[in-house]
């Protein structure tokens, strides 16, 4: 299992919408709607923000949406503010009890 | 709220065991729902998974550490530990336990991380 593939950072200015990708293979994300994201700031724990796909836990912003196409998971956030600045990972069942996490992307701003 | 804690050494010789153990308060660790997850960090760098374990002792683990590493899960005490064997420099990581949702292979809940050193 590859970890999958994420841009390694990613910069837009407050207010504005940025969208991250996450590039699996067949296997992973293209196989199953089991695609989770995580928001991490600096010295903390990962927080979950989006599960199977576009599902959002309870009490996490509705700016944060996750689809997918095919084999690439996307995490879009809208309305972009001071806080949103973090690292974000995302996460694929990968068949036969595995998981794989993506190398995750910094969100700043410009 | 369920919580989890990691606990154990923060310093560990090169070629010895790292041993990690993660409470769980708030919630039982035989919930069926769930799977219990090791999940590390490097410094500066992203998310790997270890592996994890069901309350029956079902484990598993990644294929790249599956050759040292080892998952129990003690009910009576409401825990689940971690052993890694022969470790090296490159195993030293942030360790967090997180809860795993079985419905949706999703971790749901996380511990605050255990800062693991590996160095003579």
Redesign the interface.
């Known amino acids: ?1 590859s ?1 999958l593939t994420q841009p390694a950072s990613v910069s837009g200015s407050p207010g504005q919408s940025i969208t991250i990708s996450c590039t699996g293979t067949s296997n992973d994300v293209g196989r ?1 709607d ?1 695609v ?1 994201w ?1 928001q991490q700031h600096p010295g903390k ?4 923000i989006i ?2 796909v576009t599902k959002r ?1 309870s009490g996490v912003s509705p700016r944060f949406s996750g689809s997918k196409s095919g084999s690439t998971a996307s995490l879009t956030i809208s309305g972009l503010q001071a806080e949103d600045e973090a690292d974000y ?1 995302c ?1 694929s ?1 990968a068949g036969r ?8 992307t910094k969100v700043s701003f410009l | 709220q369920l919580q989890l804690q990691e606990s154990g050494p923060g310093l560990v010789k090169p070629s010895q065991t790292l041993s990690l153990t993660c409470t769980v308060s708030g919630g039982s660790v035989s919930s069926d729902d769930y799977y219990w997850s090791w999940v590390r960090q490097h410094p500066a760098r992203g998310l790997e998974w270890i592996g994890y374990i069901y309350f029956s002792g079902s484990s598993y683990y990644s294929p790249s550490l599956r050759s040292r590493t080892s998952i129990s899960v003690d009910t009576s005490k409401n825990q689940f530990s971690l052993k890694l064997t022969s470790v090296t420099a490159a195993d030293t990581a942030v360790y967090y336990c997180a809860r795993l949702v079985s419905d949706t292979s999703t971790f749901d809940i996380w511990g605050r991380g255990a800062m693991v050193t590996v160095s003579a």
């Open positions: 299992q970890a199953y089991l989770s995580f724990a990962p927080k979950l599960f199977d836990p990972y996460c069942y009890w595995f998981v794989v996490f993506g190398g995750g």
